[in-house]
């Protein structure tokens, strides 16, 4: 493996890593600075998820088009030092609203995982991009798992312990790249930097214009709305419904992680070889949909830890996507693709947070008619089908590459 790959998939799983080192300790940190029962604090969890999505979705297209313009090299280096000093922040916070800021710079910063996949585009000949997509799903599947299995182990030291390991693991990353990443951009390949595309809004229609990619774009939107509802309600989830401990969510995440990681670096190539691209997107759907109706609706801990796993099959959505819209782009517009797709996510994740969150809460709280915590998975499942149904109604025509613009 090249050095470079190496280094962008360990990139995507420390960055992984952080995200889920804090996941189990949420519910509880929440209550903490700011009192409350669980529905209550569900409902502050959805409202930092989602603020930090909404400034990853206004910069995001920034940051990409400044990669297409600088290189990929700054970019990833200062978003991860600021990031590494968000998480101190966060670490040393003492009210809801001192969380809320960390989550918003931490948002501002959070475009790693698309310059890293502009970074692979560039490394990437055309015919090997969706593997090396699978890839960056793979280490982030993998950072996924030990995140949550560390942050439930050091939840026993209290809900900050993990905050202080998410700074310490950035802030080594930073030094690691420091020295070993290299610049891929051609300086000749450099594309002027212009507000009017450097914009979630301008960003789109641009993509928009071309064959097919518009609704490619809402596929890959619906399904992280739907896939969001994992890192939105599961602490919550899994204690109302199991009373599992910050420790039992860690390790059932990191279940998850395992299989997601596994799934994206063996079975999404062997996937596209034998069924193509177009139905690997399709069956993907289909396992998304069966699982997360049965999460919603079974009543055991032990058949949900059985089925999540499953679950994680629909991993094989989005590197098949990105493969097919990749081949659409110009050598020079990928950081303004993954800039593009990150933005999608990040819209999902402004979206998801509040409407998984809300779901839950209005379930689970004392008055509820019907007492049902996986509302929020049978949501998922209906947005899941809406968006295999648009995949396979839309239009379709042959892969073509843009021009450079």
């Not at 009210?95 to 501002?108: C, D, F, Q």
């Amino acid at each position: 493996m090249r050095p470079a790959v190496l280094f962008i998939m360990i990139t995507v799983m420390i960055d992984a890593m952080g995200i889920g080192l804090i996941i189990p300790v949420m519910p509880d940190l929440i209550r903490e600075v700011n009192g409350g029962g669980l529905s209550q604090a569900a409902l502050w969890g959805g409202m930092l998820a989602t603020s930090f999505a909404v400034m990853q979705f206004l910069f995001s297209p920034v940051l990409g088009g400044l990669s297409d313009r600088f290189g990929r090299r700054p970019v990833l280096l200062i978003s991860l030092a600021v990031m590494a000093a968000d998480y101190v922040v966060m670490a040393l916070a003492g009210s809801i609203w001192l969380l809320l800021a960390g989550r918003i710079i931490g948002g501002i910063t959070a475009a790693t995982q698309a310059t890293a996949a502009a970074y692979m585009a560039d490394i990437s000949p055309p015919a090997e991009r969706t593997r090396n997509f699978g890839l960056i799903g793979a280490s982030f599947g993998a950072g996924f798992v030990l995140g949550p299995l560390i942050g439930g182990v050091l939840a026993e030291f209290g809900p900050r312990a993990p905050f202080w390991a998410a700074a310490m693991l950035a802030a080594a990353n930073v030094l690691f790249g420091w020295f070993i990443l290299k610049e891929t951009l051609d300086p000749i390949r450099a594309r002027a930097f212009d507000w009017r595309r450097a914009n979630p809004v301008g960003t789109l229609r641009q993509l928009g214009k071309l064959p097919g990619v518009r609704q490619l774009l809402f596929v890959y939107f619906l399904y992280h709305v739907a896939f969001a509802v994992y890192p939105s309600v599961w602490a919550y989830f899994g204690q109302a419904r199991f009373d599992w401990s910050p420790s039992m969510i860690g390790m059932s995440l990191g279940l998850f992680g395992v299989t997601m990681a596994l799934v994206q670096a063996f079975v999404i190539q062997h996937s596209i070889n034998r069924l193509g691209e177009q139905r690997t997107v399709v069956i993907g759907h289909l396992f998304a949909v069966g699982t997360y109706c049965c999460i919603a609706l079974i009543s055991s801990g032990l058949v949900t830890l059985m089925l999540t796993p499953i679950a994680a099959l629909a991993g094989i959505i989005p590197p098949a996507l990105q493969g097919i819209m990749s081949r659409r782009m110009a050598d020079n517009a990928q950081g303004e693709l993954q800039g593009a797709l990150t933005s999608a996510s990040s819209l999902a994740m402004i979206l998801s947070p509040l409407a998984m969150t809300a779901s839950f809460a209005a379930f689970t709280r004392p008055d509820a008619a019907i007492y049902l915590p996986g509302a929020p998975f049978l949501l998922a499942a209906g947005l899941m089908v809406l968006a295999m149904v648009l995949f396979i109604l839309r239009p379709t025509s042959a892969d073509v590459a843009s021009q450079a613009t």
